[in-house]
């Protein structure tokens, strides 16, 4: 398989600090929190926006493939009266739990060999999680908190994954990119799909629209607080948001026309940002954008939210300065 892909550009610094609560005092991992203080030069997004429109029922192009959905299942579930853990999907990459809705703050872990990944659990939905961490031995943990940093186990189960497709975990909505057929960037998505003639064009048109018509949020970046999740569709209607808005819209609108996308939080030099961007995958061949040459054979980044500032390529370099934390 051959992969396409682009490495995009750099806008003004858009410093972060991850923030969140600890579980029995560690603390809760790849929830970043944007401040508008610490920004060295706010972001604008051009001023001539793309204008496009999405008319319900698109599906794609000839060459999207089925939808892939991720869905709790209840007659799967297992657990009490308090939580439910569904592990049916396990090998299509992902699990799924609802938690009784509750005042207390309630975490879910996912824990493989040495890593752990702590996610705060919105209770009274159900909610996904990606095993991004391939095959293997997992472990679940739902803790709910008992007093101040301390968390109490809530419920726990294990699962022998043996994931089918590895591209699964970066092809489906989870928590951090939530979206359905009938989201209605997913419809976009698709009029953008039916209009280009292969997976190269696709991409180029989601990143132009994005990048040309979602400004970012200084307002939201200064109040934002640990914890917070996007929802793709608020940001293709309000056409604002900060870089974990981008990062899950372009992910929803890849994902659902069947390009394997990354949510990627990391840092970026020379001043240690603290960001979110994407990753995807293409079968397509390549392509050179702006000063950047395409290689084949790996992920490749695309950074929607610094591009959309039109910064020059000093903040980006040959992209060593991208330092990967955390992939989802």
Same mark, same amino acid.
């Given at each position: 398989?051959?992969?396409?892909?682009?490495?995009?550009?750099?806008?003004?610094?858009?410093?972060?600090?991850?923030?969140?609560?600890?579980?029995?005092?560690?603390?809760? *991992?790849?929830?970043?929190?944007?401040?508008?203080?610490?920004?060295?030069?706010?972001?604008?997004?051009?001023?001539?926006?793309?204008?496009?429109?999405?008319?319900?029922?698109?599906?794609?192009?000839?060459?999207?493939?089925?939808?892939?959905?991720?869905?709790?299942?209840?007659?799967?579930?297992?657990?009490?009266?308090?939580?439910?853990?569904?592990?049916?999907?396990?090998?299509?990459?992902?699990?799924?739990?609802?938690?009784?809705?509750?005042?207390?703050?309630?975490?879910?872990?996912?824990?493989?060999?040495?890593?752990?990944?702590?996610?705060?659990?919105?209770?009274?939905?159900?909610?996904?999680?990606?095993?991004?961490?391939?095959?293997?031995?997992?472990?679940?943990?739902?803790?709910?908190?008992?007093?101040? *940093?301390?968390?109490?186990?809530?419920?726990?189960?294990?699962?022998?994954?043996?994931?089918?497709?590895?591209?699964?975990?970066?092809?489906?909505?989870?928590?951090?990119?939530?979206?359905?057929?009938?989201?209605?960037?997913?419809?976009?998505?698709?009029?953008?799909?039916?209009?280009?003639?292969?997976?190269?064009?696709?991409?180029?048109?989601?990143?132009?629209?994005?990048?040309?018509?979602?400004?970012?949020?200084?307002?939201?970046?200064?109040?934002? *607080?640990? $914890?917070?999740?996007?929802?793709?569709?608020?940001?293709?209607?309000?056409?604002?948001?900060?870089?974990?808005?981008?990062?899950?819209?372009?992910?929803?609108?890849?994902?659902?026309?069947?390009?394997?996308?990354?949510?990627?939080?990391?840092?970026?030099?020379?001043?240690?940002?603290?960001?979110?961007?994407? *990753?995807?995958?293409?079968?397509?061949?390549?392509?050179?954008?702006?000063?950047?040459?395409?290689?084949?054979?790996?992920?490749?980044?695309?950074?929607?939210?610094?591009?959309?500032?039109?910064? $020059?390529?000093?903040?980006?370099?040959?992209?060593?300065?991208?330092?990967?934390?955390?992939?989802?």
């Amino acid at each position: 398989m051959n992969v396409l892909a682009a490495l995009f550009v750099v806008t003004a610094f858009l410093l972060c600090s991850c923030g969140g609560s600890d579980v029995n005092e560690e603390p809760d *991992k790849y929830v970043p929190k944007e401040t508008a203080a610490e920004s060295a030069a706010g972001t604008q997004v051009a001023a001539a926006a793309v204008a496009r429109s999405s008319p319900a029922g698109s599906t794609g192009g000839s060459w999207t493939p089925e939808f892939r959905n991720s869905v709790f299942d209840s007659s799967a579930a297992e657990g009490n009266d308090e939580v439910q853990v569904d592990m049916s999907s396990v090998n299509e990459g992902y699990v799924a739990i609802h938690c009784q809705p509750t005042d207390t703050k309630i975490k879910f872990q996912v824990i493989k060999d040495d890593n752990t990944i702590t996610y705060s659990v919105v209770t009274g939905k159900d909610q996904i999680f990606p095993l991004q961490s391939g095959d293997g031995h997992y472990i679940f943990r739902v803790m709910k908190n008992i007093t101040d *940093k301390k968390y109490a186990e809530l419920y726990k189960c294990e699962a022998q994954v043996a994931i089918g497709d590895p591209f699964d975990p970066f092809l489906r909505p989870n928590q951090y990119t939530d979206y359905t057929e009938n989201s209605e960037c997913v419809q976009f998505a698709g009029t953008l799909a039916e209009g280009s003639a292969s997976k190269a064009d696709f991409i180029t048109s989601v990143y132009e629209y994005i990048a040309g018509s979602v400004t970012y949020d200084q307002e939201k970046a200064a109040t934002v *607080k640990s $914890g917070y999740l996007p929802v793709p569709d608020d940001t293709l209607t309000t056409k604002k948001g900060i870089c974990f808005d981008y990062a899950s819209l372009a992910a929803a609108m890849l994902r659902s026309q069947g390009i394997p996308t990354q949510i990627i939080f990391g840092y970026v030099s020379p001043n240690d940002v603290y960001h979110a961007w994407n *990753k995807f995958y293409t079968e397509e061949g390549g392509w050179q954008l702006v000063e950047f040459s395409v290689t084949g054979g790996a992920w490749n980044r695309i950074d929607l939210t610094f591009h959309a500032g039109g910064a $020059g390529s000093e903040f980006i370099g040959d992209g060593s300065n991208y330092l990967e934390a955390n992939v989802f």
